[in-house]
């Protein structure tokens, strides 16, 4: 029995019960199997493995930030380039500046605050975050790893951590309207977007990223090319419900998911209600729902997590007594695995043609520009692993629904993403919530694997 227990000490066990004469009990024997794994341990731990961040100073960083642009339900509405965004990164760069960092504005619009390496010709490793919300969203989003890398900063500071790699901190400028930061930084923002007036803020884009501090002149010659950095991590809640699911502490970001996206018109014969025959009429709203179905029934079909949704539905012209003649619809599809995203299509495609020819009806497709998956680094992906197995924490490989600003970043150096659960999977919405203990899990991870990273 007890060398079923303690495995491998059998040798030391006898040898311990004829220095005594006998038996040993349960407390040598207990003894005697700890020598064992003390001598074959690995080579003793850095002295950084055993570093912690201050779990208490960021949760309370996190009420100070939520306090611009927040609303009475808990919420906040901090829109990228808006009068809370600037007081909110106003405050950000104050408190970079109060734990020795030097936090500058980039031609983009960018808050990038940078720590010099040791190592000559070092490339740098990023890692950071946005802090704009989408309206009357929440106080997590973004915020948790803008925060995080703070934190990750003040506590080398703090242990005389000299990086070997240049450390470069980023707050994301206006994240939620399409990594607008992000994009700027790998120069993908041309003379016309910058021209354009965008039709929420009424206003250029160029005139915006001026109002931040950004340089929209200096931007079309800004750009970041791929293997220009040695790295990029982003800490993020994960805004969904699985790590909550599988009781999970942490999840190892496999990659974003790519999207493909469609505009239908389902286009039939609006008459009269009430004059009109059931049989014979041509009903697109019927079509319409029906092409809606079988959506949900292909993506369905396949294992894997893809999913699919339909999230706008117009009815024309939308009266009472009128069949219904026009419909204008969405369908979007996700996934890590672009290719199978067209197969999905294409049944799809299949099915609304049946559809569209039993109900006499007609369908157009306008395909939007694709968003490419962008998938996770694998040496990044196992030094997260590590981290996390090295603070004694849960965690799990998985692929990240929503759109972050790392997966611009893939696009010119190895990525990697850490998830922390979402309380419900509540995201872009006032009850959005993340425990304080995870928060601080989270940013633990962060730390630990960015100083693997930087020991290479």
């Not at 059998?10 to 311990?16: E, F, H, Y």
């Not at 940078?114 to 106080?139: C, M, Q, T, Y």
């Not at 369908?363 to 004694?392: H, M, Y």
Request: charge should be neutral; hydrophobic fraction near 45%.
């Amino acid at each position: 029995m007890w060398q079923r227990r303690v495995g491998g000490v059998a040798d030391v066990v006898a040898a311990g019960s004829l220095a005594h004469g006998g038996a040993m009990n349960r407390r040598e024997v207990v003894a005697a199997a700890a020598a064992v794994a003390v001598g074959r341990r690995r080579p003793s731990q850095p002295e950084w493995a055993g570093w912690r961040v201050d779990g208490d100073r960021i949760n309370r960083w996190l009420d100070e930030l939520g306090r611009f642009g927040a609303n009475p339900d808990g919420g906040v509405s901090r829109v990228g380039f808006g009068d809370a965004d600037l007081q909110a990164r106003a405050w950000f760069m104050d408190l970079m500046r109060s734990v020795g960092l030097a936090p500058a504005v980039d031609p983009a619009g960018n808050i990038l605050a940078k720590v010099d390496g040791a190592e000559p010709g070092a490339k740098p490793l990023i890692f950071g975050s946005h802090i704009d919300s989408v309206p009357n969203g929440g106080r997590y989003d973004g915020t948790v790893g803008s925060l995080a890398a703070v934190e990750v900063a003040t506590t080398l500071r703090s242990r005389g951590y000299r990086n070997r790699h240049p450390f470069w901190l980023a707050v994301w400028a206006d994240e939620e309207s399409g990594l607008v930061g992000s994009r700027g930084f790998l120069g993908a923002i041309g003379p016309d977007e910058l021209a354009a007036t965008r039709t929420k803020d009424r206003e250029p884009l160029g005139a915006l990223i001026k109002r931040v501090g950004g340089d929209p002149e200096a931007v079309a010659g800004y750009r970041h090319d791929r293997g220009s950095i040695a790295g990029y991590l982003e800490l993020h809640i994960e805004q969904g419900g699985l790590l909550e699911q599988w009781g999970t502490d942490i999840g190892v970001v496999q990659g974003i998911v790519g999207i493909l996206g469609f505009d239908v018109v389902v286009t039939g014969f609006a008459n009269h209600a009430g004059t009109t025959p059931m049989v014979g009429r041509r009903n697109a709203l019927l079509a319409a729902s029906e092409l809606a179905l079988a959506v949900d029934r292909v993506v369905k079909s396949q294992p894997g997590r893809q999913v699919g949704t339909v999230g706008r539905f117009e009815v024309r012209p939308g009266a009472q007594n009128v069949i219904p003649g026009e419909v204008h619809l969405s369908i979007e599809l996700r996934d890590l695995d672009m290719a199978k995203l067209e197969r999905l299509w294409r049944e799809i495609e299949t099915a609304g043609n049946a559809i569209m020819r039993r109900r006499a009806t007609s369908w157009t497709v306008a395909r939007r520009p694709a968003n490419v998956a962008a998938v996770s680094d694998l040496s990044v992906r196992g030094a997260v692993t590590e981290a996390a197995r090295g603070l004694g924490l849960s965690s799990k490989a998985m692929p990240s629904g929503a759109g972050h600003d790392a997966q611009n970043l893939a696009r010119i150096g190895p990525m990697g993403m850490i998830f922390v659960p979402s309380v419900g999977g509540i995201s872009h919405a006032p009850k959005e919530f993340t425990a304080p203990a995870d928060v601080t899990n989270g940013v633990n991870v962060l730390l630990q694997t960015l100083l693997r990273l930087d020991q290479g």
